[in-house]
């Protein structure tokens, strides 16, 4: 997953370079002992703090992970406060891209939050033989909330769910995500923070 979506809705931010350029300096940690950390490289990362590069989603949590950050810290332009509740504003989150689906990360900005929020746009009209399925840990809540997608998953057949319908599942278990019809599906996704890692995610990250 790439940079933000380019669009009227949305203005084109690194804010997790600008967050981790902040948080490095104020942790006074060079960029080779992050990368040491973290297992990203050292020019990545200097091409992330200078807006040469934008870390797909979960190059995100690695970096979080290996700082023994929250993901908070880094999707937010501003520190967590504890308590405090998280509105995210129409169009306003941080924006991915990935080869099938575009997602923007909803009400990141609670401190260790053990919950991921997402709106997504399912843009594959087809399954991509050449790209693995996605896989992760913990469990997934899915809300269709335009169009029609098909759930696909290693273990049972093709699912249709409809604008309203719902389902929960083991995320462990490959799935693929499929917008049927002439519009792209548009879906609310809960899963687990905790240890995320997708593999269809483990693309390079994009130079800019």
């Given at each position: ?144 909330l335009r169009g029609v997608l098909e759930l696909h998953s290693e273990q049972q057949p093709p699912l249709t769910l409809k604008v309203g319908d719902s389902i929960f599942f083991d995320a462990s278990v ?6 049927k019809g002439q519009i792209n599906a548009e879906i609310l996704i809960t899963m687990s923070l905790n240890g995320y890692e997708n593999v269809v995610d483990n693309l390079p990250e994009m130079s800019l």
């Amino acid at each position: 997953m790439k940079a933000p979506v380019k669009s009227q809705n949305y203005e084109v931010v690194n804010l997790v370079g600008l967050r981790f350029r902040e948080i490095r300096k104020e942790s006074g940690w060079t960029l080779s002992e992050v990368s040491k950390r973290t297992g990203i490289s050292k020019g990545t990362l200097s091409k992330l703090e200078n807006g040469k590069t934008y870390l797909n989603f979960s190059s995100v949590n690695k970096l979080a992970n290996g700082l023994q950050l929250p993901v908070s810290d880094l999707t937010n332009p501003h520190v967590s406060v504890p308590g405090k509740r998280a509105v995210t504003r129409a169009m306003s989150g941080t924006v991915f891209e990935s080869v099938d689906m575009d997602y923007e990360v909803l009400c990141s900005d609670i401190d260790n939050a053990q919950q991921g929020f997402i709106r997504a746009v399912v843009k594959a009209k087809a399954i991509d033989v050449d790209l693995p399925w996605h896989r992760h840990k913990g469990q997934e809540f899915v809300h269709v909330l335009r169009g029609v997608l098909e759930l696909h998953s290693e273990q049972q057949p093709p699912l249709t769910l409809k604008v309203g319908d719902s389902i929960f599942f083991d995320a462990s278990v490959g799935h693929r995500y499929i917008s049927k019809g002439q519009i792209n599906a548009e879906i609310l996704i809960t899963m687990s923070l905790n240890g995320y890692e997708n593999v269809v995610d483990n693309l390079p990250e994009m130079s800019l």
